[in-house]
């Protein structure tokens, strides 16, 4: 797929197709993530949960590691949808480490597509780690 053919509703869709294989059991709150590469591939990912909480991996930071694990590291934007119950209609903003995460590969104008519209990483994460 290229940049062109790809638009926000479908990232979004293709973030709720992931959704549905999330590993949440102990939550019950499932992400999905459709992240876009500069030349147009798509990774997805899903949150994976462990019952040691602090193993649990989130949707974004699996679409991402899978991208880069391929040897794609120019990233266009990312879709993230995901809630309770298979309710997927409300913003569901990264958290502050998938945030950082983004921000080793991404500029602040790296577009982050939630279900009420468009944000920038700098805008979600204006102050952020760097060496």
Avoid at 96 to 120: K, N, P, R, W, Y
């Amino acid at each position: 797929m290229s940049n062109e053919k790809i638009n926000a509703a479908e990232l979004l869709q293709k973030a709720g197709e992931a959704a549905r294989k999330a590993y949440c059991k102990y939550s019950r709150f499932s992400v999905g993530a459709a992240l876009l590469t500069e030349d147009g591939k798509v990774y997805t990912g899903c949150n994976i949960e462990n019952g040691s909480y602090s193993l649990t991996v989130c949707a974004e930071r699996t679409a991402i590691f899978k991208a880069v694990s391929e040897g794609d590291t120019r990233f266009a934007a990312i879709a993230i949808v995901g809630g309770a119950d298979n309710d997927l209609t409300r913003p569901c903003s990264p958290c502050g480490a998938c945030l950082q995460v983004m921000s080793e590969f991404c500029s602040g104008e790296f577009e982050i597509i939630l279900t009420d519209g468009t944000h920038t990483l700098d805008e979600l994460m204006p102050k952020r780690f760097e060496l």
